[in-house]
């Protein structure tokens, strides 16, 4: 490829993150003269800066990785499989992290929310849920929100999804990922049940501060607060891309149900 490609791609990624060149400049120590340049053609970018711009136009690393090559450059970060052996070290970390989460739910997911780990807690939310939703590869998104899923037993469904829906579209809007785009499509298009008796409701003790999961398990409502984690500084695609979701009881019925449950 040349220059011009990776300059219209870097001119593209600007202008998702609307940003003018001379802030982009500032920002990446050049001037917006350069900055010109090099998105019209005319100036071909050094590896240093197609990073340095990347990284101060927040480009995720796989697609950091696409400038580099239109810019006639090898790829910088691996994208290794998950289940390599040189990640073996990182999957051992993250079954430890889950089992030692239990039992509360906990879960790692990638850039599309395939599910790649899940503890016990996740499992005990599943149950009852059709074979064909569960038939690898799982994704967090579709088991959730799917009419035949988890969505009839969620409370509050309504607050919950559009909660998920903007998460996913806030994704988008920073990704270039049509498998993310066609998953938000897919699952924002599931028919969304009438209101019954009871449903809204939130767990009182959080309300104020945080919405929410509030879903039912075998005649119990528990409510969830969640968190998601990704890895600070990471140099591999795959490791960029997982994030691990836990949910914190957001009350003390909820903490002392899931007790209860044993191992």
């Not at 289940?83 to 089992?99: N, Q, S, W």
Request: proline content about 8%; charged content about 25%; some cysteine.
């Amino acid at each position: 490829m040349t220059s011009a490609s990776v300059g219209a791609l870097l001119r593209a990624w600007r202008e998702r993150r609307g940003i003018s060149q001379l802030e982009l400049a500032g920002r990446a120590d050049s001037s917006s003269r350069h900055i010109s340049f090099v998105e019209n053609g005319r100036s071909r970018p050094s590896e240093e800066m197609v990073l340095r711009l990347a990284e101060h136009l927040d480009v995720p690393m796989r697609e950091r990785n696409v400038l580099l090559v239109a810019a006639g450059f090898a790829p910088r970060y691996a994208c290794t499989p998950l289940d390599a052996p040189e990640l073996d070290v990182l999957r051992e970390g993250l079954e430890r992290l889950l089992t030692g989460y239990e039992p509360y739910p906990a879960l790692v997911v990638d850039a599309t929310y395939r599910v790649v780990a899940a503890n016990r807690g996740i499992a005990m939310l599943l149950e009852g849920v059709p074979e064909h939703l569960l038939a690898p590869p799982l994704n967090a998104m579709r088991l959730t929100l799917h009419p035949e899923g988890l969505a009839p037993r969620i409370r509050n469904l309504r607050e919950w999804r559009g909660h998920l829906l903007a998460q996913m579209e806030r994704q988008i809007a920073l990704a270039r990922s049509e498998p993310l785009r066609a998953l938000y499509e897919e699952v924002s298009a599931y028919p969304v049940a009438e209101r019954r008796p009871g449903d809204g409701e939130r767990g009182e003790a959080v309300a104020s501060i945080a919405l929410p999961l509030v879903i039912e398990h075998e005649g119990h409502v528990l409510s969830f607060v969640s968190s998601i984690s990704t890895f600070n500084t990471p140099m591999d695609v795959t490791v960029a891309e997982l994030a691990i979701e836990t949910f914190l009881p957001a009350d003390p019925a909820t903490a002392k149900y899931l007790g209860s449950l044993g191992p």
